[in-house]
């Protein structure tokens, strides 16, 4: 059997990266580097983006980042419409996007390739540099994650990376939902019925006349039904609970401005890292 190609090594590695979902083309390109599969050159580049183009991986832009997705995986979608289930999605899409790219195992068409591993050894200086890396950036990670709760989510912004203002901004969002649906308080009912009336009523119809071969007016009775809801009891009517507004909620007033100040904040500096990144050319308006 002859050796798979390198071609198909990377291909391999590429929908297993993929598989999960959207990745930014950055981070591939990085983790290739990482990986051996994308040599820092120009060849090196262009075999990763044949290989892109032979397994029909797409590109595509969301706002001004560049995304490399495979069609065949199919992309997490929010439970519902709800306002909530969308931005859950979104939190979590982000988290998934701030986590390093690594890939999975994936079927290689019935080809086995084999590699030679090195036993890893914690105690060589590059894997120590490598663990510690890992671990501060898991720190920086739960950091941002609880910015609803940090004693200073301020603070945070002026460290923030491009993608960690996002992903908190998402987190923001989602927290300021949670405070209006405090500030209305539990939804109220109350009991109500629903009453069908009918009324009869005498009209004239048609019917065919064998004898006289023709159409006659004949006497007909007409029913004519009405519903309207009761806040009494009503003989043979349907009970139901109909909404009667909210419970008095909690007055989240003054933790809803400090987010919306939070919020213009971000959104600043936002803007003012995207100036900075294209100032230095990583991001444009060409595909990576």
Not at 72 to 77: D, F, G, L, S
Not at 120 to 129: L, M, Q, W
């Given at each position: 059997m002859a050796r798979?190609?390198?071609?198909h090594d990377i291909g391999i590695w590429l929908k297993g990266l993929l598989s999960a979902g959207r990745r930014k083309a950055d981070?591939?390109?990085?983790?290739?580097v990482t990986a051996g599969y994308a040599p820092n050159n120009e060849s090196g580049s262009r075999t990763l983006r044949r290989v892109k183009t032979a397994l029909g991986i797409m590109s595509e832009k969301d706002g001004e980042i560049w995304y490399w997705r495979n069609p065949?995986?199919?992309?997490?979608?929010p439970a519902s419409d709800d306002r909530l289930d969308v931005l859950t999605l979104k939190v979590d899409e982000a988290i998934r996007l701030?986590?390093?790219?690594?890939p999975v195992v994936v079927e290689s068409d019935g080809l086995l390739t084999s590699k030679r591993w090195k036993n890893?050894?914690?105690?060589?200086?590059?894997?120590?540099?490598i663990a510690e890396q890992h671990r501060r950036a898991q720190q920086r990670f739960e950091t941002v994650q609880d910015v609803v709760t940090s004693a200073d989510p301020f603070k945070l912004l002026e460290s923030a990376d491009l993608g960690e203002v996002e992903q908190m901004l998402l987190l923001v969002h989602n927290h300021q939902a949670d405070l209006e649906t405090r500030s209305k308080g539990k939804p109220r009912y109350r009991q109500a019925w629903e009453v069908t009336k009918r009324v009869e009523k005498q009209v004239t119809g048609v019917d065919w006349n064998t004898k006289k071969g023709q159409w006659v007016d004949v006497?007909?009775?007409?029913t004519e039904e009405t519903k309207y809801v009761s806040d009494v009891p009503v003989d043979g009517a349907k009970p139901f609970t109909v909404p009667d507004g909210f419970e008095p909620g909690e007055d989240t007033t003054s933790e809803t401005e400090k987010w919306d100040t939070?919020?213009?904040?971000?959104?600043e500096r936002r803007k003012q890292l995207w100036a900075r990144a294209k100032k230095q050319g990583q991001y444009t308006e060409m595909e990576p």
């Open positions: 798979p190609s390198k071609q981070d591939v390109i990085a983790a290739a065949a995986v199919e992309q997490a979608k701030s986590k390093p790219a690594v890893y050894d914690p105690a060589d200086p590059k894997n120590k540099a006497p007909a009775v007409q939070w919020i213009d904040l971000a959104r």
